[in-house]
T-cell receptor, first 111, second 111 residues
Framework: ETGVTQSPTHLIKTRGQQVTLRCSSQ?????VSWYQQALGQGPQFIFQ???????GRGNFPPRFSGLQFPNYSSELNVNALELDDSALYLC??????????FGPGTRLTVL | RKEVEQDPGPFNVPEGATVAFNCTYS??????FFWYRQDCRKEPKLLMS???SGNEDGRFTAQLNRASQYISLLIRDSKLSDSATYLC????????????FGGGTRVLVKP
């Protein structure tokens, strides 16, 4: 196990709702990246947080937002959920933006 | 064109056989290369880094061809437990320090 934990494991929401996903990074890791993995596809980079600051963002709309806390845990917030947001959301942590270790993911279903 | 492309497979492999597959990347400025393994409904796990000189880890051999911009993975003496999706990953610090994943190659090892 990598020591990266995510909550919740599964989540069902309806279109238009908002969701918050949480990630606790591995001990000693100060960088957290978030990825979206749709069924049958590879993970797509959403954004990365390094020492509480956003450190890069992928091609996702502003309704995807994030936060990193002083203990380096992180949240991913998605507003105005759409059906296409249904996916596995993966959090990965690293030290100083180095090698990334993935958590088990949160499976989000939007109905 | 996707930045990282893989044959989705599936590659049906008899137990004990050798299987090899490639991944191509479009950005010549890509700096680091990895193979990740992903089991069904699980998170990706780092299998091995890929170095220009080629590298081997037990039954797994990875090669990088920068001139032709492709990466390969070879699995010898395939085991049933090798059945998984293999994700090709490239990294460029200039690209917001993200990992860029291919769509994955599915390998099914059969008795």
């Amino acid at each position: 196990e990598t020591g990266v934990t995510q909550s919740p494991t599964h989540l069902i929401k309806t279109r238009g709702q908002q969701v918050t996903l949480r990630c606790s990074s591995q001990s000693g890791h100060n960088t957290v990246s978030w990825y979206q993995q749709a069924l049958g596809q590879g993970p797509q980079f959403i954004f990365q947080y390094y020492r509480e600051e956003e450190n890069g963002r992928g091609n996702f709309p502003p309704r995807f937002s994030g936060l990193q806390f002083p203990n380096y845990s992180s949240e991913l917030n998605v507003n105005a959920l759409e059906l296409d947001d249904s996916a596995l959301y993966l959090c990965a942590s690293s030290i100083d933006t180095g090698w990334e270790f993935f958590g088990p993911g949160t499976r989000l279903t939007v109905l | 064109r996707k930045e990282v492309e893989q044959d989705p497979g599936p590659f049906n492999v008899p137990e004990g056989a050798t299987v090899a597959f490639n991944c191509t990347y479009s950005n010549s400025a890509s700096q680091s290369f990895f193979w990740y393994r992903q089991d069904c409904r699980k998170e990706p796990k780092l299998l091995m880094s890929v170095y220009s000189s080629g590298n081997e880890d037990g039954r797994f051999t990875a090669q990088l061809n920068r001139a032709s911009q492709y990466i390969s993975l070879l699995i010898r003496d395939s085991k049933l437990s090798d059945s998984a999706t293999y994700l090709c990953v490239v990294h460029r610090r200039a690209a917001g320090n993200k990992l860029t994943f291919g769509g994955g190659t599915r390998v099914l090892v059969k008795p």
